[in-house]
C-alpha cells in the first residue's frame, strides 16, 4: 500500500507541475464516459477455507478414506465482467479528474472440490461435490487523468487512481451428492444445495490505466483503456441464505445430512484472533453459545486483474 500511495502522489506532483507550466488554452470541460470491461485475473493466491474445507481439490479411493490425489486451488476473483459510468472535469489541456461507479461480477472460481469422500459415522455412504465462488460488487473510483496531447483525432491519457467498494458480496454456491455403494448398486441418498453470503470490510484499492480517445464528432469519441488494478478484502460477516436437501428447504430444519439448524450454523463473525473468549468451539468450547454467530478467523480474497475497456465518451 505504502509503495501504491507514493506512486500516486508522484503522479500528483507530476501532473500539478505541468499544469502549472503550461497555459489554459483549452477551456475548462465537463465529459462523461459509457464502458464495459472484461479483465483477466492476475496475482492469484490460494483460496480461504470453505466451512471448514480447505481450498483443495481431493479424489478419494473406492474405500473413501484413501486420498489418492491433492491439488489446492489457486486464483483471484479478478476475472469478470465490468460496467460502468464516469464523469470527468478537464481543468487544462493536460490535467483532469474522473470519477467513475461501477458493477463488477466476477467468473465463477473453483474453491472446493471433493470426489468420493466416505462420510464420517458411516460404513457405505459416499459424497462428491464442490463449492464455487463468485463476486458482484459496485464501487467508486476517483483518479487523476494526464493527457499526452492531440494528433489526427486520437488522443491518448494515462491515469491513476483509487478504488472504493461501496457494495458487494462473495456468494459461495456447495452443491454435493450422497450416495450409498452396495456390492450390487449405487443409489442417490441425497442432494443438497447451499448458498453462503460473504460480506466485506471496508477497503481501498489501486488502479493505474492508459487508455485513447478518437473523435467521430464534435462532442463524440470512442475510447479504449488497458487497467490494472489491485486489492485485496477480507470478510466480515458471513450467512447461510440458503440450504436445500432433495429441493426441499431445510435452512432452520435438522436435516440427515445438516444436523444442526442453529443460529451459530447459519451466521459467522470474522475476527482476527480467537481467545478462550470468542465464540468458537476451538478455543471455548465450554462456553460456546449456538444462539449467537460463531466466531471465525478473518479470510482474504483477491480481486487483482488487468482488462480492457471499450466504450462512448461525450463530451459538454
Known amino acids: 500500500m505504502k509503495k501504491h500511495l507514493f506512486l500516486i502522489g508522484l503522479m500528483i506532483c507530476s501532473m500539478a507541475t505541468m499544469a502549472q507550466s503550461e497555459g489554459t488554452d483549452k477551456p475548462e470541460s465537463w465529459y462523461f464516459k459509457l464502458g464495459g470491461s472484461y479483465f483477466i485475473q492476475t496475482a492469484a493466491t ?67 472440490e471433493t470426489t468420493n469422500r466416505l462420510v464420517p459415522g458411516t460404513t457405505n455412504v459416499f459424497v462428491t461435490g464442490d463449492a464455487v465462488g463468485k463476486i458482484r460488487a459496485w464501487d ?7 493527457f499526452l496531447g492531440e494528433s489526427k483525432g486520437f488522443e ?41 453470503v460473504v460480506k466485506p470490510n471496508p477497503t481501498l484499492g489501486f488502479m493505474a490505466a492508459i487508455g ?45 445430512f445438516r444436523p444442526d439448524p442453529s443460529y451459530s450454523a447459519i451466521h459467522t463473525n470474522y475476527v482476527d484472533k480467537l481467545t478462550t473468549k470468542s465464540n468458537t468451539r476451538v478455543t471455548n468450547p465450554t462456553g460456546f453459545d449456538n444462539t449467537k454467530a460463531t466466531d471465525d478467523i478473518s479470510s482474504y480474497v483477491g480481486i487483482s486483474g488487468v482488462g480492457l475497456t471499450f466504450g462512448l465518451r461525450y463530451s459538454l
Open 46 to 112: 490460494e483460496f480461504p477455507i470453505v466451512n471448514g474445507q480447505a481450498p483443495n481439490t481431493d479424489v478419494y479411493a473406492a474405500n473413501g478414506t484413501t486420498l489418492i490425489s491433492r491439488e489446492t486451488n489457486h486464483g483471484s476473483f479478478g476475472e469478470g465482467f465490468r460496467s460502468g459510468l464516469t464523469a470527468g472535469y478537464r481543468i487544462s489541456t493536460r490535467l483532469g479528474v474522473e470519477m467513475g461507479i461501477n458493477y463488477y461480477s466476477s467468473a465463477d472460481k473453483l474453491m472446493v
Open 140 to 146: 467508486l473510483s476517483p483518479s487523476l487523468v494526464l
Open 156 to 196: 491518448p491519457y494515462t491515469k491513476v487512481g483509487v478504488i472504493v467498494p461501496i457494495h458487494g458480496d462473495l456468494t459461495i454456491e456447495t452443491n454435493r451428492e450422497y450416495y450409498a455403494v452396495t456390492p450390487t448398486a449405487t443409489t442417490v441418498v441425497a442432494k443438497t444445495y447451499a448458498e453462503d
Open 212 to 256: 485513447s480517445s478518437y473523435k467521430l464528432g464534435k462532442k463524440i469519441a470512442l475510447f479504449a483503456e488497458i487497467e490494472y488494478r489491485n486489492f485485496t478484502v477480507h470478510g466480515d460477516t458471513k450467512e447461510t441464505t440458503v440450504f436445500t436437501e432433495n429441493g426441499v428447504d431445510k435452512l432452520h430444519t435438522a436435516s440427515t
